[in-house]
């Protein structure tokens, strides 16, 4: 009976102590972690949302571009607008110290980087490496469109764009080209027939759909989610660039079409002008980059871009255009600071305001300011002599950037919708011969200034 009753006592001191322990162990897990659990998990460096395949493919892609000293640089518009709003969280971050992947980590299909490609010397070898770390890839080229105005080279062929895969993420390398105009340029990403049009979702691609140009940025190595990689140093302008980036070439082909009909003129006189002209037209450039107001190639200037891709040596003046809406009352100061005397000042503000300043050697800059109405656009004329008004009139379009002796400046996208309001369907056809007031195809009357305005709107100096 003793022997049983110590049995029984020891089944039941083991029951109680393995009910104890678990006890503890109940406690510990649902109770002390819970309280103590976060301040835990920072202190040992836990890593929240880095095992994700957007982070593993960019990191990976990262390791890739090192290895092989390719500077790429992030240009993600979704990344850098995060960046942008926690730009001092992302400038005093330093190396292995995020604990939550806060940007590579955000849902989406790409990240894109971008290379400019006078810096990257090993191209071949890089694709090659990129496959053997488990990368697929496309690579789409065309030809070099800085080389169409030389029949012997244009049809060099020059890398455009890299996509390249690993797991479900893609990684989208634009590839920038250096530009005469000191910016930057990158191509259409075309589909040609053999493209796998499954590869990824090109249409959710940010960047080729269109050829596009940006200024040259300044770039600062900074560590986001853990990783060095180059940004932008001023996120916020090149986040602006990107939806008003669209480039248009100029008609190389057929500017030299034009010039076996029509010989060009390489007197003394029209390469002086032609001279003088594009000086003028990079001081006013400058000038009203500093003012930051938007301008583009209008009347006889963008013409001579569209039809023979230079400056008409018998146009004898620069045109611009500008809205009406970037107008700034110190414009006209700053162009006298700049050298040229305004010679006539037509209009207000409110009505058909344009603007005359004299350059030298007698070459003329005029800037007509457009206005914009429900269904069209239009800049005013005012005759002197008489106070008459007169009004051209535009179908309504959108600006696009091309390069025009040797500079970076904007164009009409719809140019030749513009071109034919202006000039008709004869543009091809040069004019030596203009009356401003009667030969443009898009001018109306537009009424008379009252006498009692003219000390206003009709300023001679």
Avoid at 227 to 240: A, R, S
Avoid at 302 to 308: A, D, E, P, T
Avoid at 341 to 360: A, I, T, Y
Wanted: proline fraction near 4%; charged fraction near 25%; hydrophobic fraction near 40%.
């Amino acid at each position: 009976m003793s022997r049983i009753n110590k049995n029984v006592i020891l089944a039941l001191l083991t029951l109680t102590s393995s009910a104890f322990l678990l006890f503890q162990l109940y406690y510990y897990k649902h109770y002390l972690s819970a309280k103590n659990g976060a301040g835990l998990s920072k202190s040992k460096g836990s890593r929240i949302g880095f095992d994700g395949t957007q982070w593993r493919t960019v990191k990976k892609f990262i390791m890739l571009t090192s290895s092989q000293n390719v500077p790429v640089f992030l240009i993600d518009p979704l990344i850098l607008e995060l960046i942008n709003k926690n730009f001092e969280q992302v400038k005093n971050a330093s190396h292995g110290s995020a604990s939550e992947c806060k940007f590579f980590c955000v849902p989406r299909d790409f990240t894109a980087f971008a290379l400019q490609y006078h810096l990257w010397k090993n191209e071949e070898s890089w694709f090659r490496i990129a496959e053997n770390m488990g990368f697929q890839c496309l690579k789409f080229e065309s030809k070099d469109p800085r080389l169409d105005g030389i029949d012997s080279l244009s049809g060099t062929e020059i890398p455009l764009h890299y996509i390249c895969t690993l797991a479900s993420h893609a990684v989208h390398l634009v590839v920038f080209h250096e530009r005469s105009g000191n910016y930057l340029w990158h191509g259409h990403l075309r589909l040609k027939g053999h493209i796998d049009r499954k590869f990824v979702p090109f249409r959710k691609l940010q960047f080729g759909r269109y050829p596009g140009a940006f200024d040259r940025p300044e770039l600062q190595q900074v560590t986001i989610d853990g990783l060095e990689v180059l940004i932008p140093k001023d996120p916020m302008h090149f986040l602006e660039e990107i939806p008003h980036s669209r480039f248009i070439e100029c008609r190389y082909k057929e500017a030299r079409a034009f010039f076996q009909q029509y010989l060009d003129d390489n007197t003394v006189e029209a390469m002086a002008f032609r001279k003088s002209a594009k000086e003028l037209l990079q001081l006013a450039a400058k000038t009203l980059k500093k003012l930051g107001v938007r301008f583009w190639l209008s009347s006889g200037t963008c013409l001579g871009w569209y039809r023979q891709c230079g400056i008409i040596p018998y146009s004898k003046d620069v045109d611009l255009g500008i809205f009406i809406q970037d107008y700034k009352s110190d414009i006209i100061s700053a162009f006298q600071d700049a050298g040229l005397p305004l010679k006539h000042k037509f209009g207000k503000v409110e009505d058909s305001l344009e603007l005359s300043f004299q350059g030298k050697d007698d070459v003329k800059l005029d800037i007509f300011f457009f206005y914009e109405e429900t269904d069209y656009m239009w800049n005013g004329g005012t005759q002197a002599k008489t106070g008459k008004k007169f009004k051209y009139l535009f179908p309504k379009f959108t600006l696009c950037w091309t390069e025009f002796v040797d500079m970076k400046v904007r164009v009409p996208c719809e140019t030749i919708e513009y071109i034919e309001a202006n000039y008709g369907k004869t543009w091809k056809v040069p004019v030596r011969t203009w009356d401003w007031k009667r030969s443009p195809h898009n001018v109306q009357p537009n009424g008379v200034w009252p006498i009692s305005e003219w000390d206003e709107v009709i300023q001679l100096y």
